[in-house]
């Protein structure tokens, strides 16, 4: 392990870098690149360094530009379009299986940040100390859907320590970018909704109530989902499905457990359910998902 903590003034809480680094390398487009409904358990850093391209994301589109860096935190589903020409650094990052709210359910990043120089040079320089890292740049859908995510990711943790504590320094370094911008979300700020949020994170692999969630918060349940409605702008039940969800995508990337296993780990016992449940968020089956992202 590599986890770095630093504790935050501002909220009172001790936040944590805890990331596995699983891709890093520059790409220089020799086609128009494109592709669509991307949905991953990792978070997607790039610089840019020249060319155009178009970011879609559930908040709106974004015309990146050179000199600027851009984050898709994990499970924020996105598009894209590329122009042949366009280069830019990439760095993906998972963050590890947690019990508790993980820093993108803690704070609101921005999408784009100024960057300069030495932020390509720092880009550069771990390229050429880690070639191993390199994505098969041969097409869009090869980008995305490289099927050896999970080789990566256990690569990462057989590395010397030192490897592992540049490689976060790395990352220490371009998130402070974005931390810089961020903005605390209600769950670091109310407690009630901390505790909830820590609490369903702590029990993914049972069945939870609002019921359960009301009387530990000690709410009525009508005041508990306007609460939730207001300050994360679902409902306590479509929170709990999202958060099961996510965290069968990161199994399905990080572990060889069979479906079946993977919906009791996350309080279905009901395989057929998880299944549908699944389709109906994502788009496709748990098999499908990780066929694409370790083939």
């Not at 320094?169 to 009630?192: C, E, H, N, Q, W």
């Not at 939870?208 to 039940?237: H, Q, V, W």
Request: aromatic share 14%.
């Amino acid at each position: 392990m590599a986890e770095i903590r630093y504790p935050n003034y501002k909220t009172g809480q001790e936040e944590s870098i805890d990331f596995i680094v699983l891709n890093l390398g520059y790409v220089q487009l020799l086609r128009d690149w494109g592709n669509k409904d991307i949905s991953s358990p990792f978070a997607r850093i790039y610089y840019v360094r020249r060319g155009n391209a178009m970011l879609h994301l559930p908040q709106g589109d974004i015309q990146v530009k050179p000199g600027c860096m851009y984050m898709v935190p994990n499970y924020v589903p996105h598009s894209y379009e590329c122009q042949r020409g366009f280069g830019f650094y990439y760095l993906f990052v998972f963050q590890r299986i947690r019990r508790q709210a993980d820093i993108f359910d803690r704070y609101e990043f921005p999408i784009e940040v100024p960057s300069s120089e030495a932020t390509r040079q720092l880009f550069s320089s771990y390229c050429h100390l880690y070639p191993q890292l390199h994505l098969p740049v041969h097409d869009a859908t090869a980008f995305d859907s490289h099927p050896a995510f999970r080789e990566y990711a256990h690569a990462f943790s057989r590395m010397e320590f030192y490897e592992r504590m540049q490689l976060h320094g790395l990352v220490a370094i371009v998130f402070s970018y974005f931390m810089k911008g961020a903005r605390p979300r209600v769950i670091s700020t109310d407690m009630r909704i901390a505790r909830l949020v820590d609490y369903v994170q702590q029990h993914i692999a049972d069945s939870i109530s609002i019921d359960e969630l009301a009387d530990i918060a000690c709410l009525t349940k009508p005041y508990l989902i306007r609460m939730f409605r207001n300050s994360l702008g679902t409902t306590p039940l479509q929170y709990i499905i999202r958060k099961k969800v996510q965290k069968a995508q990161a199994l399905l990337l990080d572990t060889d457990q069979s479906v079946a296993a993977i919906a009791q780990s996350v309080g279905m016992q009901d395989a057929s359910y998880f299944i549908r449940l699944f389709r109906k968020n994502l788009g496709v089956t748990p098999q499908e998902y990780r066929q694409k992202l370790i083939g």
